[in-house]
């Protein structure tokens, strides 16, 4: 049975979420270097708080590649560039004014990156809708930096070319413009759970919502190869979400939870894997295909209100809210290398 849904879409996707992470990078580092070079204490503030926005953005890229569930490397060209800007901003060929203006085109591309991802889900499917959600709040930030570098840029832009300041009304056009953004989309995007410092809870529970997505759709659909195709999601997105809780979450809240408890998540999840094995032999055409994925359904929903239930209110009582973002973090960076190992073996089985 196909173990993958709509692979070149998806992984075409997965490459521009990669593009997406090494361009935040160089962003990340472009700040770092121009505050180091900025002897402007308006234009610092305005750098210092972008930094900060990306910062954070770089940790929900992460979330929104684990979520997804394809990781790839970004495109050898994007590879190139990233290359290529990275000594310019290093070295002396460029004046401060030309980093800066380089640095919004980057923005730019961002901004761009994160509105095509967006538009392509919208085609590929529901579950990828909800595992790059959490880009709406990269986009706005991106967009909104756009406008305090236009303002940064031209008082630059002036110094270089008359050594005078510039009409600092255009400082305040920017200032407004950020300003109507944010009344516009901003607090929407902003007040949502995309956030880096996302929980363990938080975390479980948007694994928890995209297979559910795959489930409704696999069940909804009557095309024999969109339902394998659905089908080889959640199983991927299964394996990799009970190997990592498994490896993480279970052994750390054992103490609490208790012995009994955590060891009832740890047999459930054992029982999925000879299922979903079964119904790899099973033709998705048939009734009993269909018969049996929701009865397994069924199950795995039982164990998520198990744990959105009672396991998240035990973790909220018992670990700090500190604690629970480090255990989200560990079973990222876990779940993350579980894809990985598991694209490899995938490669090595075709060859």
Known sequence: MVMTLDDTKRNAIAVKLADMKL???????????????CSDGEITDS???MLDDDRKNQGILDTVVVQYGIQKDADSTVQQMVQSIRKLMEGSELSFFEKVFQHELLKHQQVMNGLTIHKAAQI???????????????????????EQLK???EILGVRELTG?????????????????ISGAVGS???????????????VLRMDHNKVNI????????????????YFGQIYKDLCAHAAAEE???????????????????????????PVFEQLRAISPSTPEFKDRIKKIWDEIGDHIRQEESTMFASIRNNMSSQESEELATQFKAAKGRIQEQMGETKTEANV
């Open 23 to 37: 361009l935040q990078q160089l962003c990340i580092d472009n700040e770092e270097l121009f505050l180091r070079e």
């Open 47 to 49: 750098i210092r708080r």
């Open 124 to 146: 590929v499917g529901a579950d990828v809708m909800a595992a790059i959600g959490p880009l709406n709040t990269i986009n706005f930030e991106n967009r909104a930096h756009q």
């Open 151 to 153: 303002g940064v840029l």
């Open 164 to 180: 005078q300041d510039a009409d600092q009304g255009i400082w305040s056009r920017v200032q407004d413009a950020i300003a109507a």
């Open 188 to 202: 929407a995007v902003t007040q949502s759970s995309d956030k880096q410092d996302m929980n363990i809870q938080d």
């Open 214 to 229: 795959l489930f409704t759709e696999l069940i909804q659909s009557d095309d024999p190869r969109k339902i394998q195709e």
């Open 247 to 273: 490896e993480i979450v279970y052994p750390r809240v054992r103490p609490f939870y208790g012995e009994a408890n955590t060891q009832e998540l740890y047999d459930e999840q054992a029982r999925w894997g």
